[in-house]
């Protein structure tokens, strides 16, 4: 089962950084020069010159590396939780980069009537083919790196929901009936909960039996002349 949820996760690890590469490359390759029927003019487009189409390539370049260097996390490792968090940022920095992104690609597509901006893709269409193809790339980048999201807090959380019940077993036994301790993490802190809890349990029987004695006792004090 362990074995099957791992693969799962890097299944979907690597299928979310592919897509979030591609849509890096295919937004960077994009550059067109066409020359315009007004005076012999020519109209360059590239990506680097609009703010909103670098900030997808950087959002989607830094989501492809982020989910390579994931796999090397343990899932059992304390850091698993701060990965957690992690997912969630990089989601949002994509969800932001995908609407930046699809909104500068409808502006050069149909333009805008009441700024009096033209479109352009009629003069620069590999350009915008580049920019269409890239935007479909970062959105399954988007909706995949949001399934992994829910897919790491349903691990998370039951990992939490099925060590809780071992724990308050282990609360119950003596600190011998423990098997010696392995490199496993949650083994270990069952040990020491285990043992701390033997401890408290022998001193409040001392402090019982001690106070069972104290009562026993009776105090005769001497006559008062």
Not at 65 to 79: F, I, M, R
Not at 89 to 95: A, D, F, N, P, S
Request: proline share 4%; aromatic share 8%.
């Amino acid at each position: 089962m362990a074995n099957a949820q791992r693969v799962a996760a890097v299944v979907l690890r690597v299928v979310t950084a592919a897509a979030a590469g591609v849509a890096a490359v295919v937004m960077g390759t994009s550059h067109e020069t066409t020359n315009l029927f007004v005076f012999g003019a020519q109209l360059e487009a590239r990506f680097q010159y609009t703010p909103s189409l670098v900030f997808f390539v950087a959002a989607n370049a830094v989501a492809c590396v982020y989910n390579l260097l994931v796999l090397v996390v343990p899932p059992a490792s304390p850091a698993a939780r701060f990965v957690l968090m992690a997912d969630v940022t990089v989601g949002m920095v994509l969800t932001g980069a995908i609407a930046a992104a699809g909104t500068i690609s409808d502006l050069g597509k149909n333009g805008n009537s009441h700024a009096a901006w033209l479109p352009i893709c009629g003069q620069v269409e590999t350009f915008c083919d580049h920019v269409r193809g890239a935007l479909i790339s970062g959105f399954v980048a988007v909706v995949l790196c949001f399934l992994t999201l829910m897919y790491s807090i349903y691990t998370v959380t039951r990992t939490s929901v099925v060590m809780r019940p071992q724990l308050q077993f282990a609360l119950l036994l003596p600190a011998g009936d423990l098997l010696p301790l392995h490199d496993n993490t949650m083994q270990r802190l069952i040990s020491v909960a285990s043992a701390g809890f033997c401890c408290m349990r022998q001193h409040s029987e001392t402090l019982q039996r001690s106070s069972v004695y104290s009562k026993n006792i009776s105090v005769v004090f001497p006559p008062k002349l």
